[in-house]
């Protein structure tokens, strides 16, 4: 399950138009944008439509709500990722920093950040206003796996999508999500295997969803780390312990997709 959240108020007419795509509107709403009266106003509006949770308006906030969505989803007992949608003048915001900093050291692996990079906001360009380029790398610098696409490349852009995450140690819903993945594709491929996890001191339930794993599935093996020694060493600990002819080093949150392997 995806969860979208659309910070970027003033493309609320994208917005509808998806979620008419995927009959959440009809014809008729859609006749109605921006008219009096109307639940489709120039900005998502805060109550009416089921598939919009959150009103738009000060600008700053989208990330900070799409960062405590994705939190709450391991404790919901919910699948799937968050994406957020911002545009590059929001971040002259210093709350989606602050909810950058938030993510990170909550490891937020479900939650992927769109910016649509026009190089507008009200007042002016972007570089006239308030300039943040390049803006890519000060996302880097926060330790965010980023990617820079053309927007109007839907095949670029599915391609991220389907394998984007914010590393991090795994969070619940990704470890089993990644083991069905790569049952499915040992499967497909008929071949002996094992599945070894390495969890470099995750603050959330890893251990024990790999220790649940591994009781019922005596391919899985599982290691933990006393405390976080980061990717490289989580790879060599596995590597380790390895007794098969080949080995496939993957991130535990999907940013490898498991299909690969095929």
């Not at 659309?6 to 944008?33: C, E, I, M, Q």
């Not at 989803?73 to 915001?93: F, H, K």
């Not at 880097?140 to 839907?154: P, V, Y």
């Not at 591994?214 to 599982?222: A, K, N």
Request: aromatic share 6%; with cysteine; net charge negative.
């Amino acid at each position: 399950m995806i969860t979208s959240c659309f910070p970027k108020g003033h493309a609320a007419g994208a917005l509808y138009t998806a979620l008419w795509s995927v009959g959440r509107l009809s014809d008729n709403d859609l006749r109605t944008f921006h008219r009096d009266g109307t639940l489709l106003s120039g900005h998502p509006p805060a109550r009416g439509i089921a598939d919009i949770p959150f009103v738009t308006g000060s600008l700053g906030h989208g990330v900070g709500l799409a960062a405590g969505l994705a939190l709450g989803q391991p404790q919901n007992e919910t699948a799937g990722r968050v994406i957020c949608l911002t545009s590059d003048g929001e971040w002259n915001e210093g709350s989606t920093w602050e909810s950058l900093i938030f993510a990170k050291q909550q490891h937020l692996a479900n939650l992927v950040v769109l910016v649509d990079q026009n190089g507008l906001q009200g007042f002016g360009t972007t570089s006239e206003v308030a300039d943040l380029s390049p803006l890519a790398d000060k996302f880097r610098a926060f330790g965010l796996t980023t990617w820079e696409i053309d927007g109007h490349d839907q095949a670029a852009l599915t391609g991220v999508l389907n394998s984007t995450a914010i590393p991090g140690p795994c969070m619940i819903v990704a470890i089993p999500i990644m083991y069905r993945r790569l049952k499915d594709t040992f499967q497909k491929l008929n071949v002996d295997h094992e599945i070894i996890f390495v969890n470099d001191c995750s603050p959330d339930d890893s251990e024990e969803i790999i220790r649940l794993l591994s009781q019922d599935d005596p391919r899985v093996l599982g290691i933990s780390h006393s405390r976080n020694f980061g990717s490289q060493a989580a790879f060599m600990s596995g590597l380790r312990i390895a007794n098969k002819n080949s080995c496939v080093l993957l991130d535990g949150d999907l940013q490898d997709p498991p299909e690969l392997i095929e």
